[in-house]
């Protein structure tokens, strides 16, 4: 299965090769964005957002083709097509990012962002391209917009979450962020890295009991078909990134290159937007579709467990990016 996967991935970019290199010589530049979304996803929406953007504002100079549902694989895979120079722009989890610079960990902590407009703020306030900045320097990959997903919350098979005791055992599927990792731990449960690209199956196949992402996303993976309880724990809001190849950018004309910093910043706000409208919807929505949807206004317990994780960080991440969160 991975042999045919992997393939399959293979084959699509080398016919997203060859069409770029057509258009290149017919004298129009084309973009490919990647996402492992499905296209109903907020996320993926923020893409074809940015290609009408950039389409219309080029007056046609570039064309762009959103290739989501993981066509070209996860995350992983296509910041490592960017660093190639075979992929212009990918849909980047910033827990991703934290592999390559330890720094982006600030964003998993759990309960560091005191809602979007927090978030928001200190992105626009220079924290945004401080990291873009970083992140070019050590990978060759830029940060060219910011998705804020709503919170992230737990969906589960085996039983609902009301205190911290009620993740005992629980197998839950993480991204791959030493972060989020640890929580995990310290809240009790087994954290189990898995790729997005494989969470339905994980859930299906009991692999792991939970997992936890923006609600809305639930729907647009159709989690709700492979899980039972929904509690709003509101633990992490880790954002989305609009990464683009440096090299391939500063190859551009400087007039494209701020057509295309402008669309990014456009797209990241109205998928920020859509993310945050739709979330109590997509609440209701699930609940009639059979979801048991619990509330935990308190949370103590789950930031009492959790804590310590501010102390263990704290050297990796750097006290001064910490502080900018929570002072």
């Not at 996320?43 to 989501?68: C, K, L, P, Q, Y």
């Not at 609902?160 to 055992?169: E, L, R, S």
């Not at 935990?296 to 900018?324: K, M, N, T, W």
Request: a negative charge; one cysteine or more.
């Amino acid at each position: 299965m991975k042999r045919l996967v992997t393939f399959s991935v293979v084959l699509a970019l080398s016919c997203v090769l060859l069409l770029t290199g057509c258009e290149r010589d017919s004298g129009v530049i084309t973009i490919t964005m990647a996402s492992p979304s499905n296209p109903e996803d907020n996320t993926v929406r923020a893409f074809f957002h940015f290609r009408d953007i950039v389409e219309e504002r080029s007056e046609g100079r570039i064309r762009v083709n959103v290739m989501h549902s993981g066509q070209l694989g996860g995350p992983r895979e296509t910041v490592e097509q960017m660093q190639m120079g075979v992929l212009e722009i990918a849909e980047v989890n910033v827990a991703i990012f934290s592999a390559f610079d330890p720094r982006f960990m600030v964003f998993d902590l759990p309960y560091v962002s005191r809602g979007v407009d927090h978030l928001r703020g200190l992105l626009d306030g220079g924290l945004g391209q401080y990291f873009s900045d970083s992140l070019e320097d050590r990978t060759g990959v830029k940060i060219l917009g910011w998705i804020i997903r709503s919170p992230r919350n737990m969906y589960i098979s085996s039983r609902p979450v009301h205190t911290a005791a009620d993740f005992a055992g629980m197998r839950v599927r993480i991204m791959e962020s030493p972060v989020h990792h640890r929580t995990f731990e310290l809240l009790g449960a087994v954290p189990v890295p898995i790729a997005a690209t494989e969470r339905y199956m994980a859930l299906q196949t009991g692999v792991v009991d939970a997992a936890e992402n923006s609600i809305p996303l639930i729907i647009t993976q159709r989690e709700y078909e492979v899980t039972r309880y929904l509690s709003r724990t509101e633990h992490f809001m880790t954002p989305n990134t609009i990464a683009m190849s440096a090299s391939f950018f500063h190859g551009l004309p400087e007039d494209l290159q701020q057509i295309l910093v402008e669309a990014a910043d456009e797209a990241g706000r109205y998928g920020t937007m859509l993310d945050m409208e739709e979330e109590e919807e997509a609440i209701q929505e699930l609940v009639r579709r059979g979801m048991v949807f619990n509330d935990v206004p308190d949370r103590s317990s789950f930031i009492q467990a959790v804590s310590p994780i501010f102390a263990e960080f704290r050297d990796q991440i750097g006290g001064d990016l910490i502080d900018a969160f929570t002072r």
